[in-house]
Every structure is written in C-alpha cells, then in structure tokens.
C-alpha cells in the first residue's frame, strides 16, 4: 500500500500537471502520464524516494481522430501493454508511443515502482443546460485509488477529489486507467515494503 505521504507527493504531482496545463492555455489535445518512483540516489536512508512523471508523447490528430474514444483508447492500450497482448487496433500504435512505455516499464532499476497512470484533457461538462468547458486530470495510483483534479475555464483553482473506493459515478476514462495499472505494475518480492 501506498503511505499517506506517497498519496500527498502523487497529488502534488498532479495538481503540478494541471497547473502546467493551464499555463499553456485552453485547447491542447489530452495527454497520457506514467508515474514512478524510485529510492533516492543521494538520500542516506532508502526511505526518501524520488518521484518521476514521464509524459507518453500521443499524436494529437490519430487521437482526435481514434473511432473509440479516449476511454477506448485507454482501455485498448492497457490491453497492448499486457504479457502477449498484440495491439488491437491498428491506430493504437499511431496514436501512443508504445515503446517509450514498454522501456519505462520494464526498467530494471531497483526499487523503481509504478505509482500512478494519469490523463488530463478537456472535456464539456453540462450542468443546469448551460455548457462549460472544463479540464479534467484522471489518475489511478497502484492502490487503485481514484484522482479527479477539475478546472472550469476561467476558475482560478483546481478541485481536487480522491475516491478510495470505486463508485458509481466515475470518470469515463476509470476503466482504462486502472486496466493500465494492472497491466504495467510490478510484482512486489514477498519481504519487500511500502513506503
């Protein structure tokens, strides 16, 4: 299990994205995040860890143009990234650097874990028949805890929700998310632990 400070880097981590979001404005194409972390290599004691966000570089057009949608496209690439798994649909590989995560996640640095999956795009948010533009950061940790860090365009902060335990009104890109955790997180040897 994650510890409560891991739980507070990785938010920090996120709510960091979502404002580096903003600062480049409205209207960016979504982007796929992988999350690990790993002892630091000038702390004295193994129990400081270093945190690392890889951005997955995706190809804005494939992506807009992929016939199932972000939450498919989530859900198609989990299934990729699974042990003899052959990429489903022919655009998946058009659309996300497969290689990059296949390198990242089988890194045979010591210690390196898997802390969270995380997407942020722009979605619509209908509310009181009025539409507003909002950005949205998705993240599953390795705990399967939810993340859920949403701005209203012209909003001056973030709000930030963390569900930890699936309910029934979760974003459409949960599924895919968690399926990607699943499928890239480590086995953890019987005598190891979490800090």
Do not use: K
Request: hydrophobic residues 40%.
């Amino acid at each position: 299990m994650l510890s409560f400070p891991a739980v507070h880097t990785l938010t920090g981590c996120l709510l960091d994205l979502e404002a580096s979001a903003d600062q480049l404005g409205w209207g960016r194409p979504p982007f796929l995040l992988l999350i690990q972390d790993q002892p630091s290599p000038s702390a004295p004691i193994s129990r400081t860890r270093q945190v690392t966000a890889v951005q997955v570089p995706m190809n804005p057009a494939r992506v807009g143009r992929y016939s199932a949608g972000l939450p498919d496209l989530l859900l198609d690439l989990a299934a990729a990234l699974s042990a003899d798994r052959p990429v489903g649909r022919p655009t998946l590989a058009a659309c996300v650097d497969l290689n990059l995560i296949g390198d990242r996640v089988s890194d045979p640095t010591p210690g390196l874990r898997l802390l969270a999956w995380a997407v942020c795009y722009e979605d619509v948010l209908v509310e009181s028949d009025e539409l507003h533009e909002i950005r949205r950061v998705d993240a599953v940790d390795a705990d399967s805890r939810g993340y859920q860090i949403t701005r209203l365009r012209g909003e001056p902060y973030p709000v930030v929700f963390i569900d930890e335990q699936p309910g029934e009104h979760e974003p459409a890109t949960r599924l895919g998310l968690d399926r990607l955790v699943e499928a890239t997180s480590r086995p953890r040897p019987p005598s190891a632990t979490t800090r």
